[in-house]
């Protein structure tokens, strides 16, 4: 999403506009998780917005934020999070794409090309080895599922289907009426490891790929 975002954005041709549309979807990452889910709230709670619109509708209201549904739960999770970091991550892929010699615009405009054509030859080659770059980082943080966001949105009817292994951990290790510190340690060492592993072996692949990796 934010590569996409990214090429939407350098496709608006005025300045005044692009920026609005920047600040608006970079907003969000300025939010906690907290914020976000108050909102989430407003909007998905049994007396939400949402649930009005559908009892309005003649419609059984739905528990969007307290049930077991994977699909509801993951849909949130995953569409809240896009919306929160697609916008900063847009803001790095613009940078890279704004380091592009525009001469190369100008050349395949005059040979005919398209929009579509500059983006796929032009834009696209670019920005590539700063997606490389991102793409190799987030293999290596795999393992972070993110535990802000989902100890917000955890309780005791969705928690079997978004649990994760931080939430998990701090569960277990320090919220069973005990503290168990050394559980904590190894599962926090276990989970960099993992994450190194994977770093590397994500480097490795991008090299056999014939791309330039971190190292």
Do not use: H
């Amino acid at each position: 999403m934010p590569i996409i975002l990214a090429l939407s954005l350098n496709e608006v041709g005025r300045s005044l506009p692009k920026r609005i549309f920047q600040t608006v979807f970079t907003f969000p990452n300025f939010l906690s998780w907290v914020l976000v889910y108050s909102v989430l709230q407003d909007l998905f709670q049994s007396a939400g917005v949402i649930n009005t619109i559908l009892v309005q509708l003649d419609r059984d209201p739905i528990m969007f934020l307290a049930n077991n549904n994977r699909f509801i739960n993951l849909s949130l999770i995953f569409g809240s999070d896009i919306w929160r970091g697609a916008g900063w991550g847009a803001i790095i892929y613009l940078a890279a794409i704004s380091g592009i010699d525009p001469s190369l615009y100008e050349a395949a405009r005059i040979d005919g090309a398209n929009r579509w054509q500059c983006i796929t030859n032009i834009t696209w080659p670019g920005m590539k080895p700063t997606v490389i770059v991102l793409l190799i980082l987030a293999v290596g943080n795999i393992m972070n599922g993110g535990f802000d966001q989902i100890f917000q949105f955890r309780n005791a009817v969705n928690r079997p289907v978004i649990e994760i292994l931080d939430t998990f951990v701090f569960n277990f290790g320090f919220g069973q009426g005990g503290m168990n510190q050394s559980f904590a340690a190894a599962a926090g060492l276990f989970r960099a490891l993992i994450n190194f592993v994977l770093l590397l072996t994500a480097n490795k692949i991008t090299r056999l790929l014939g791309s330039d990796g971190l190292f």
